[in-house]
């Protein structure tokens, strides 16, 4: 299926707003800098994002997310001065960040079209999952690269293996590498790590309950494997994934398997149109699993999907299921 006819005069209007690129970049010491004629401090900076190299000339400054979580790394970098559209949010925006997001166009509630996203005239887009970049749409890294505009994709959609919070920090670093302001990152790194250690400290010696991951499904269960940050959050969170033998981020399960592991805790994300309550009460009311500790003891935990993807509420992701896997050591 090819993808939307690229009207001549969109690309037209966009044309004066785009950076020189072979795909992805920046560095620098300041936003100034990074604006500047000849690109500022650190560039040009090359940076090859999920097998596409990028060369920036200088700072992107027309961003278009589409994702909450990639949103959510701009705003956690300062860097709402530089976008002029979000798409799709999986819940709500974090409080702390909320004043710089309401000030940002929502080009669509979920993915825009690729009229839609070329209509903002972004020179940067920056996707938090493969599908953002769908190529049925238009929207495939390589056509927008031929339209002029720099692309990224965040690292948990093309990371081989396990993803943690070294993939966090190389994010970040990136990200704010490619805006001109690489202190940036490693003050949120460094604060990060902090947060991280202290609730490290609080569960030393805790047993670690057997967790599973319910996203959603009916006659399958749709659960957190083990290569996404998923996984690595409820390990920080001193539990263990029972589905972490699963080499993906997310996968379908057998219910028959849920029963076979024996969870101790099952992690419901919240997200989308199904409450929390009605995940709940469908695990509770599935005869087979009526006697699976999890649901038998009604040890529910419940998570955020935006908390459990690979963006900048990692730390306190793990801070929150923590208190929830170990209210004995709960944070006071």
């Not at 020189?20 to 500022?40: F, M, R």
């Not at 569960?203 to 599973?212: R, S, Y």
């Not at 409450?275 to 009460?281: G, Q, T």
Request: hydrophobic content about 40%; some cysteine.
């Amino acid at each position: 299926m090819s993808g939307p006819r690229r009207a001549p005069r969109a690309l037209a209007a966009t044309a004066a707003l785009l950076l020189p690129l072979t795909a992805c970049g920046a560095g620098g010491d300041s936003p100034a800098e990074a604006k500047g004629e000849k690109g500022g401090k650190g560039f040009p900076y090359t940076v090859t994002n999920c097998g596409v190299k990028t060369t920036f000339e200088k700072a992107p400054e027309r961003a278009v997310t589409m994702n909450q979580h990639v949103t959510e790394v701009m705003l956690a970098l300062g860097l709402e001065d530089r976008m002029v559209g979000t798409a799709f949010l999986d819940d709500k925006i974090l409080p702390e960040y909320r004043a710089a997001y309401d000030q940002i166009e929502v080009v669509a509630d979920e993915y825009p079209s690729y009229e839609k996203l070329i209509a903002a005239a972004p020179d940067f887009v920056y996707g938090g999952y493969p599908s953002a970049f769908d190529k049925g749409e238009g929207r495939d890294r390589s056509a927008l690269v031929e339209d002029g505009i720099a692309t990224r994709l965040n690292v948990e959609g093309c990371t081989e293996g396990p993803v943690g919070v070294k993939e966090l920090r190389k994010e970040l670093r990136e990200v704010a590498r490619t805006f001109g302001v690489p202190e940036r990152a490693e003050k949120l790194i460094a604060e990060e790590e902090k947060q991280l250690a202290a609730t490290a400290e609080r569960l030393k010696g805790a047993k670690k309950p057997a967790v599973f991951v319910f996203d959603s499904g009916d006659s399958s269960a749709f659960t957190a494997g083990g290569h996404g940050i998923g996984n690595d959050i409820v390990t920080r969170a001193g539990g263990r994934n029972v589905f972490a033998d699963l080499d993906k981020s997310f996968g379908d399960v057998s219910w028959e398997k849920v029963v076979e592991r024996q969870p101790e805790i099952a992690v419901i994300y919240d997200y989308g149109g199904t409450p929390v309550s009605a995940k709940k009460k469908q695990l509770l009311n599935d005869p087979a699993l009526k006697d699976v500790p999890a649901v038998k003891n009604r040890r529910f935990a419940v998570l955020p999907l935006s908390s459990a993807v690979l963006g900048p509420r990692v730390p306190d992701a793990v801070d929150e299921l923590a208190d929830q896997l170990h209210p004995d050591r709960a944070a006071r």
